[in-house]
């Protein structure tokens, strides 16, 4: 009977060692982004305003990623449909993106730059007026 005990306790503790070890290892920092990410640092976003869905950066210097061309930020509802968003970011040169109207069914608006692309970025503030 002791000797089951034993056993049963063994079976749980490998059981526990197993689920913990794979919880710890299946996720994390990988070094496969995808084309729209930034790759080796990161950017702090905010949002005023509205409720923001995704943001989608695009580059001027693939496979570097590291000279921003155009931010497409997808809104999460109607609310801000038909308004036209800011983008102001800092770190690195100073080039100003110009945003579209927020689309009525896509809840999308577009930023770009009208020239050279924006390098060194550390952060990216997103303002939609009333």
């Known amino acids: 009977m002791l000797l089951n005990r034993k056993l049963l306790g063994a079976v749980v503790l490998v059981g ?4 913990t070890g794979s919880a710890f290892t299946a996720t994390g920092v990988t070094n496969n ?17 509205a409720t923001l ?7 001027g210097d693939a496979p570097a990623n590291t000279a921003v061309h155009s931010v497409a930020l997808t ?10 968003p800011s983008v102001v970011f800092t770190g690195g040169n100073a080039v ?21 692309d924006r390098i060194g970025v550390t952060s990216l503030a997103i303002t939609v007026g009333s």
Not at 16 to 19: E, L, M, T
Not at 35 to 46: L, W
Not at 53 to 59: E, I, L, M, Q
Not at 101 to 113: D, F, N, Q
């Open 96 to 116: 100003a993106f110009t945003c579209d109207v927020i689309a009525v069914t896509t809840h999308l608006s577009t930023c770009t730059t009208a020239g050279v």
């Open 16 to 19: 526990v060692v197993a689920a």
């Open 75 to 84: 809104f999460a509802d109607a609310n801000s449909d038909g308004i036209t």
């Open 53 to 59: 869905s995704s943001v989608a950066y695009s580059f």
């Open 33 to 49: 982004a995808g084309a729209s990410q930034f790759i080796g640092g990161t950017i702090s976003q905010s949002v005023k305003g």
